[in-house]
């Protein structure tokens, strides 16, 4: 069999079929297999997530995730990294990384593929595919290649600058597979130069916030994340807007609380009651100094210049509406920092047209998708990785 793409998954299945005994080439245009390993989490590889569920998947075809997600489980690819003894430590919320290097995981990934046989060929360009007499025949940079199963492991569009192409789409296309349209997820999001003028000055602001979509606004649950947010100087990111990303359809508002669970009109009140301080310095106390006095001078539309007003000169009604603004911020992006930027791609091969414990095509026998090529897109924070070592053994099994 034949294994395109030497990337975690690429890499993973190829360990799993040829450890049951099927001999198998993997092949990659790149000269480094597992790029995207070694630059994922600043270095370190956030290789799983110990929550990982089907609840934190984006897809078409919601539950097509399930079956490969039960049948290897985070505790599963854990088992593996302590039986090379890679030392790993939670970072939050369930988030895995490596102590060291995210090199450690290309090595386990590497040492597996040598137990198992597999023959690794790169860099190794595919240049076109066919299929005839039963058997997928590769032209490749290097000469023929003929298989009687072909697994497509090249992911999406993300990050370009380390080999990601269109090949995985191309070959879906050529076999009569649908696509849903890639797009970029995990994303910085961007805003008109105009929209974000009074907010460049912020760049370099971070602070934790609840964020989410119009459509998620009504409370928590998919779509709605507490996590930190990061003023650029083109836009907004950090783990909230990159989440937030995936979710976030053109020309939609976010909607930012930025002191989540706290009642702020009514704390603005009782400083009202027992302070002498000015309102800049009160909103201190739950926001970052430099974003309280820009968010008064720039950000509400009361006619009034705030920063310096004593609380104790503010109406109620003015409060009030401070803590609206504060509390449910809106502001449509114009757009977002593209696939350069993006940690993975949205959409993919349609998972409909795949089985869900095999990850084959189902019109045509011997074809198999997985990882971030499908459409199957998890949150940040080890999702994504667990996908990729859940579908790749899904495959792996099933050959």
Request: with cysteine.
């Amino acid at each position: 069999m034949a294994v395109v793409g030497a990337g975690a998954a690429g890499m993973m299945c190829a360990a799993v079929a040829g450890q049951r005994g099927r001999r198998v080439v993997l092949i990659d245009h790149f000269s480094r297999p597992g790029e995207k390993i070694r630059i994922s989490g600043g270095g370190r590889c956030n290789f799983t997530n110990t929550g990982t569920g089907p609840e934190n998947f984006l897809s078409n075809n919601p539950g097509f995730c399930r079956a490969a997600l039960a049948a290897y489980t985070p505790r599963d690819f854990i088992a593996l990294v302590e039986r090379y003894r890679i030392g790993y430590h939670e970072k939050h919320r369930g988030q895995l990384f490596c102590n060291d290097s995210s090199e450690s995981i290309i090595g386990l990934l590497r040492a597996e593929c040598g137990l198992a046989g597999v023959q690794v060929r790169s860099p190794l360009r595919v240049d076109s595919l066919s299929l005839d007499g039963g058997a997928f025949h590769l032209i490749t940079s290097g000469g023929p290649i003929a298989s009687a199963k072909l697994v497509i492991a090249t992911g999406g569009l993300s990050i370009p600058k380390i080999g990601a192409s269109d090949f995985g789409y191309r070959i879906a296309r050529q076999f009569r597979l649908p696509v849903v349209e890639p797009r970029p997820a995990l994303v910085p999001l961007t805003f008109a130069p105009e929209v974000w003028r009074d907010f460049a000055p912020l760049a370099g602001v971070a602070l934790p916030v609840s964020i989410s979509t119009a459509r998620f606004a009504v409370g928590p649950g998919p779509g709605q994340f507490d996590e930190d947010l990061l003023f650029t100087h083109r836009g907004l990111s950090g783990p909230a807007v990159l989440q937030i990303s995936s979710y976030w359809e053109q020309k939609e508002p976010l909607v930012v609380d930025l002191v989540p669970n706290q009642p702020v009109s009514k704390l603005l009140r009782q400083a009202k009651e027992a302070s002498r301080q000015d309102l800049g310095n009160v909103l201190a106390q739950w926001l970052p100094r430099r974003l309280a006095l820009g968010w008064l001078a720039t950000q509400i539309p009361l006619g009034e210049a705030l920063a310096d007003r004593k609380i104790a000169e503010i109406s109620n009604k003015s409060i009030d509406q401070i803590s609206k603004h504060i509390k449910s911020w809106q502001i449509i992006p114009s757009g977002t920092e593209g696939f350069k930027k993006a940690e993975v791609t949205r959409g993919g091969v349609d998972t409909r047209h795949l089985a869900a414990h095999s990850m084959e095509a189902l019109q045509q026998p011997g074809l198999y998708f997985i990882g971030e090529v499908v459409d199957v897109t998890g949150w940040l924070g080890g999702y994504n990785f667990q996908w990729a070592w859940a579908s790749a053994v899904a495959a792996g099994r099933a050959i």
